[in-house]
């Protein structure tokens, strides 16, 4: 029998680490979905579709600059010594994701507004008829639509993955000790984007299109979260140990009926079924995709905080 | 809390003493990630000795911009050697307390209701003056009892020998060392004293029983404990909570409470009939052995086995292993040794065990302690003599108490007799926590003319006075020398640091001013204390000016063992170590130590132990911010096995009930196996009911509360607590 | 340069507290914080106990976690003594180095800024012992450097049976308890 006392009673530390409340998951949600929608548009506008699916690559642009903004302002929230968040752009430190993570933000930003000049929403035309002339000009050169889609892929991978690493660094947290927390969030957020996507899109074939994408996305998610445990339950003690606080312990709820049933599963099951006709398109299953999407940061970042080296 | 105010985040400049090369050191400014101190700070240092608790160990302050910053162990110190113990590094929080009494107070409405009118100094005292002089003109003046705790309650103990008083009394004898010092007295002739003789950091052998060094945070003796520990000295621990000093300890020996006497008494057989014992010493020195001999004979290992629980052959073993390294094994005396009424016996048999080691007066056992000679103040009349003598202990019940006794003084104020008690002036001791039994305490007040209370804070003491006076923290007051005798010889001086924050006046201050609204200017010849402390100082040939520098003079070493030179003399009425105690015998008390059973916790009780914690001394320091966050309750200790059984959680807070039905606030359960299934224990000090100790209010329970029952020794009339039984109640 | 450690006497510690009120009023750390603790480990079965006091804190560790995901470089090694130490004026407050240490020795200061254990560099920078070593009464703490092998320190753990706590954790950590 073991009895372990401290004398230790630091805020936000003790009895357990709660650094992270809502504002990292939502902020992490956010930014993968943000990255799905940039590989997604990027790869429309790469391979030309843009044009012949207009109007999913009209909206996404602005609708990512809009939630990528959420996403910062909640990161924002979440710092203690705000005033000195500039600090993030006077260094870059190689090997600290965060500042990976603080620099690619500052280039997605241009490249959204790259992608959003080259099919600008219909709204900002009518205050701003420039634009369109603008973006005219770049449809002439096929170069540029292509270019900025490879951007857009590139940061959004970039971007996608980060999230992911930003707390597999954190090797105090056996959880996050896993290099598979990257593709995970990254294809987390390509299935949420392709699900939002598919939500928006008012085209019943690019709704198709995106539900189609959305499965082997969430195909691949299972697959990642199988691997992801595995790699965990055959390491250390103390990384089973993490693991099993999403399998059996008090993220166990959490995790199977509203990460891997309602997140994954059920939507899975739905949009498959649907892609082949056999039920009604219906806009639950890509909802259910976005909410599981953000439980799956939420657990991960509490799950995670739980997760210790120390004995038990 | 201003001390532990948020810093500037950024502080231009550097620190004293960057060195160039240090600068090419990543980061341009050191301030943004070093410590507090900058350049420009103003810091000074002031020389002083402590009191947070009566060890009196030399500090010295440091402040920064004038403000109280830091303190830190005198080096030229011998008790701190340096090093503060953590309530007096903690000592900062007593002068920045945002719980002390600010002002002096007078009762607005019935005793025990907490309603005061702040008043000036003046009418404070010009009140107290004229309350006493009312109850001397119809009671005279032994109708006023005195009671203190600590150095500082010496200048008002002058003002009531000034006023004719006999009854002065400390609840530090008959409810903490009192048996113990008799114990030794009746044995070596000579008491163990403050601090104690022991010599921890010789022994090879330490013997605790239920003294928790470590725990107990006597700075000289935790320093020498570790010291011995550091060099491989055997500790034997006796406990029935696996203390701090169990953790470290060779044998632990986890004895069923209240059975401490039977196990001595078979350690002395032990050592006895396989004549391990010091024969030379015995036979040069003892008295009475051969009659001692015969009383121990039947008292074996396996005799004490079941009423001990503690098995014969560890019994055996560490005996021998006690006498293996006599002289240097010391069975220490403890300190708080008020359990079960039969202390001053098992103090006694304590003394024998170390007599028949032969370490008293030995390296590694008891060395012989000496002071620097410095007169007292030599300009007083002399003191009136009393009409009648002390009230505490009428023709003489119990006989060989040697001080005066508190339990005394309130039985006295109950019952009249022998004559009655109307007053109390009571200097820093927060009687209804030092003493068994609140209600008893109570009503004895109720039955006063007059309650005074000197304090620093409103504690449950001051809430029942109809005067309370505001004295200043040790910080901000000079007191009297310390020169308290002890292995090396020394003089301290206690200095101002600080100003007080408010209205708060000294001791002497107070002291003074009410001897002249009594009338007894005269036995205040000086005006300010530094005349008393100069004139002091001078009769030793030392100065004021260079205490208030230094702090601390240290004497000439004087021997301190009988190989080097002390005399083997030992003042009994024999002259020798009395193993028969004929003293004992005429006043009809065992002339060696007997095993008597107490009596057993009903089925579902617990016996209730309690003890200290490093951070914090007695009831005094839970207001103090440091220190309440190191730790701001107790906890109950139960048995993890009996938490189980009756399905306490840890952390769950539970309410204690004794045996007369005295239900205690609520109290986090701590359940481990660091204690025995028929005991809990908690740290005292915690549970305070007064509102103006609003930091400890309702921070966890009070042992005093639940030891409404104490049994007297019959032998000089201490109480004994560890008599009271508990049970658990939902919180 | 000098490699900065501690060797701690877990046979002498009390687990008294008096390293942790020393550090309180010495960095004059804000109520309701601490930048050191103890611990106490208690294994077995009564009265057969195993008992460890540790006294805690930032292990300014060889591989320091807390510098590497540091976006700002404000946790940072410093030259001297290789000490972790915080650039309070370049930390953003994002707690990455919060999250990333296995010893959870880090918090966030009242004004916003990741705050820990600086060794007292203030102090050994003036040749003192930081200020939990100076006040032990038990004197159960080491300061110096571990580099250096006539430091008390490299002799202490040359000579004494040690560990150092989560090693696993692959951080090298630098205080190194005796036992």
Not at chain 2, 542 to 561: D, I, N, T
Request: charged content about 20%; overall charge neutral.
């Amino acid at each position: 029998m073991l009895e372990l006392t401290t004398t230790r009673a630091n805020p936000m530390v003790d009895p357990s680490l709660q650094v992270w409340g809502w504002e990292i998951p939502v902020y992490l949600f956010l930014g993968g979905l943000v990255a799905g929608m940039m590989i997604l548009s990027g790869y429309l506008l790469f391979s030309g579709r843009h044009q012949a699916h207009g109007s999913s690559t009209a909206f996404v642009p602005a609708l990512s600059f809009v939630l990528l903004s959420l996403g910062m302002a909640a990161l924002f929230l979440d710092l203690e010594h705000r005033a000195f968040v500039w600090r993030l752009y006077t260094t870059f430190e190689p090997a600290s994701p965060m500042s990976w993570g603080s620099w690619i933000l500052i280039l997605v930003y241009p490249a959204l507004a790259a992608a959003l000049l080259v099919r600008p929403p219909a709204p900002l035309v009518r205050r701003s008829p420039r634009l369109a002339t603008l973006s005219g000009r770049l449809l002439d050169r096929p170069g540029w639509p292509r270019a900025v889609g490879v951007a857009s892929i590139v940061l959004g991978v970039l971007l996608g993955i980060y999230t992911g690493v930003l707390l597999s660094a954190l090797g105090a947290r056996p959880l996050w000790a896993s290099g598979l927390l990257g593709p995970l969030f990254l294809v987390s957020g390509l299935s949420t984007a392709a699900a939002l996507v598919h939500l928006l899109a008012g085209d019943p074939q690019e709704r198709v299109l995106f539900a189609r994408a959305d499965n082997v996305f969430l195909g691949i998610e299972l697959l990642l979260l199988g691997l992801f445990l595995v790699g965990l339950l055959s390491a250390t003690e103390v990384h089973a140990r993490a693991a099993r606080l999403l399998l059996d312990g008090p993220f166990g709820a959490l995790f199977w009926v509203g990460v891997v049933g309602l997140g994954i599963l059920i939507p899975l099951g739905v949009q498959i079924a649907a892609v082949r006709h056999r039920v009604q398109h219906t806009p639950v299953a890509p909802l259910l995709v976005l909410g599981g999407g953000l439980l799956l940061r939420y657990v991960f970042v509490a799950a995670g905080q739980l997760s210790h080296w120390s004995p038990p | 809390m201003a001390i532990l105010s948020r810093r500037r985040f950024l502080q231009v400049g550097s620190v004293a003493g960057a060195g160039a090369a240090l600068a090419a050191a990543r980061g341009p400014a050191w301030d943004r990630f070093l410590g507090p101190a900058a350049a420009g700070d103003r810091i000074e240092t002031v020389p002083t000795y402590c009191d947070l608790c009566f060890w009196k160990c030399g500090a010295i302050a440091t402040k920064k911009n004038g403000r109280l910053w830091k303190l830190e162990g005198n080096p030229e110190d011998p008790l701190s050697r340096g090093r503060l113990c953590p309530r007096g590094t903690g000592g900062v929080g007593a002068h920045f307390d945002p719980d002390r009494l600010t002002a002096p107070l007078v009762r607005g409405k019935r005793r025990g209701e907490e309603a005061w009118v702040e008043v000036t100094w003046d009418e404070a005292l010009e009140r107290v003056a004229q309350g006493l002089a009312a109850i001397a003109a119809e009671h005279g003046p032994e109708a006023v009892a005195f009671f203190s705790h600590g150095i500082g309650g010496n200048f008002l103990k002058h003002t009531f020998r000034a006023f004719g008083t006999p009854n002065f009394v400390a609840p530090s004898y008959a409810q903490c060392r009192g048996p113990r010092d008799i114990g030794f007295q009746l044995t070596f002739g000579e008491e163990v004293g403050t601090p104690e003789r022991t010599d921890i950091a010789n022994a090879r052998c330490l013997v605790l029983i239920g003294s928790h060094l470590g725990e107990n945070m006597h700075n000289s003796q935790v320093q020498e404990f570790a010291e011995a520990i550091g060099a491989g000295a055997s500790l034997i621990v006796v406990d029935p909570r696996h203390s701090v000093a169990a953790s470290k300890a060779k044998h632990y020996l986890p004895i069923k409470p209240g059975t401490d006497i039977a196990l001595l008494l078979a350690w002395m057989n032990v050592l006895v009939a396989e004549e391990l014992y010091d024969r030379e010493l015995v036979a040069s020195h003892g008295f009475g052995f051969d009659a001692f001999r015969a009383e121990v004979a039947p008292w074996t290992p396996e005799w004490a086995y079941p009423i001990t629980t503690i098995d014969p052959a560890t019994i055996r073993e560490t005996a021998r292993e006690m006498a293996r390294h006599r002289p240097a094994t010391l069975v220490h005396p403890g300190r708080h040794v008020t359990w079960y009424g039969d202390d001053a016996q098992r103090s006694r048999a304590v003394a024998l065990l170390d007599a028949l080691l032969g370490s008293w007066g030995r390296r590694g056992g008891f060395y012989y302690p000496s002071s620097v000679p410095v007169p007292k103040y030599g300009g007083y009349p002399d003191y009136p003599r009393a009409a009648r003598g002390p009230v505490d202990n009428p023709g003489g019940r119990y006989p060989f108490a040697d001080l005066g006794l508190t339990n005394g003084i309130r039985e006295a104020t109950l019952t009249g007799e022998p004559y009655p008690i109307k007053s109390w002036f009571v200097y820093a001791t927060n009687l209804l926590q030092a003493m068994p039994n609140q209600e008893e305490t109570i009503r004895a007040i109720q039955r006063l003319d007059l309650l005074v209370v000197v304090d620093t804070h409103p504690s449950e003491i001051a809430g029942w006075a109809d005067v309370v006076l505001p004295e200043c923290s040790y910080l901000e007051r000079y007191d009297d020398l310390n020169t308290e005798p002890f292995r090396e010889p020394f003089v301290s001086l206690r200095q101002p640091v600080v100003e007080p924050p408010t209205d708060q006046k000294p001791n002497w201050w107070i002291a003074r001013e009410l001897a002249v609204k009594l009338g007894l200017e005269r036995y205040y010849p000086w005006r300010e204390v530094e005349e008393y402390l100069e004139a002091r100082l001078a009769g030793a040939g030392l100065s004021l000016a260079e205490m208030k520098r230094r702090g601390v003079f240290r004497g000439a070493p004087a021997p301190l063992y009988f190989d080097d030179g002390v005399p083997m003399e030992f003042p009994t009425p024999t002259g020798k170590i009395e193993f028969w105690s004929p003293q004992l015998a005429a006043a009809g008390f065992d002339p060696v130590p007997r095993f008597r059973p107490h009596e057993e916790p009903p089925p579902g009780y617990f016996r209730l132990l309690s003890g200290r914690a490093p951070v914090h001394t007695f009831a005094r320091t839970q207001t103090n911010p440091i220190l309440a966050e190191a730790m701001p309750e107790n906890e109950v200790w139960v048995n993890a096995d009996v938490a189980r059984r009756l399905g306490l959680t840890a952390g769950a807070r539970v309410r204690l009930r004794n045996q007369d039905g005295v239900v205690s606030a609520p109290v986090p359960v701590k359940a481990t196996e660091r204690i025995r299934t028929d005991c809990v224990y908690m740290v005292h000090g915690f549970g305070h009911t007064a509102p103006g100790l609003r930091r400890a209010l309702g921070k966890g329970a009070s042992d005093a509360q639940l030891m409404t029952r104490y049994a007297v020794d019959p032998l000089m009339g201490a109480t004994g607590t560890n008599v009271n039984f508990v049970t658990f109640e939902e919180a | 340069m000098a490699r900065f450690g501690m060797v701690i006497d877990t046979l002498r510690c009390v687990g008294c507290m008096d390293c942790v009120v020393a550090c309180k009023t010495e960095n004059e750390v804000p109520e309701g914080f601490c930048r050191d603790w103890i611990t106490t480990e208690v294994r077995g079965k009564f009265p057969t106990l195993t008992t460890e006091i540790r006294s805690e804190r930032c292990n300014h560790c060889d591989r320091p976690p807390c510098v590497t995901c540091c976006p700002t470089g404000a946790s940072h090694v410093e030259d001297f003594g290789r000490l972790v130490l915080v650039d309070r004026e370049l930390c953003i407050g994002c707690k990455a180095c919060l999250a990333s240490c296995p010893y959870d020795a880090r918090f966030i200061h009242p004004e916003g800024y990741a705050d820990k254990c600086t060794f007292c560099v203030h102090r050994v920078r003036e040749g003192k012992d930081p200020a939990c070593v100076a006040v032990c009464p038990t004197r159960c703490m080491h300061f110096g450097d571990l580099d250096d092998p006539r430091s008390e320190v490299a002799k202490l753990l040359a000579s004494r049976r040690h560990h150092a706590l989560l090693p696993e954790a692959g951080t090298r950590p630098r205080i190194h308890f005796l036992t």
